[in-house]
């Protein structure tokens, strides 16, 4: 379904999630977990939040030029 809505141009999606690097987290977890060592499992952790907050910090970037070229639209047509 969210492949559908991004492919179509849906704007109300917002946030597609790269599986690769989701499959990359999850094995750098499962990795930590098995070597049993705590700061493996956090610094994995930690990894996967940097990417999560990385993906946040683009996408919003993308949408706010998308609103701030919708306004310049709406200023031109209106000679604002």
Do not use: P
């Not at 993906?55 to 604002?80: D, M």
Request: without cysteine; hydrophobic residues 40%; proline residues 0%.
């Amino acid at each position: 379904m969210w492949i559908a809505s991004a492919l179509s141009g849906d704007t109300s999606v917002r946030r597609l999630e790269d599986m690769g690097q989701r499959r990359a987290d999850k094995f750098a977890m499962a990795k930590a977990i098995a070597s049993g060592d705590e700061r493996l499992m956090q610094k994995a952790g930690l990894e996967a939040e940097i990417t999560r907050l990385d993906r946040l910090r683009a996408g919003h970037g993308h949408e706010f030029e998308r609103i701030y070229r919708i306004r310049a639209t709406w200023r031109r047509k209106h000679s604002l």
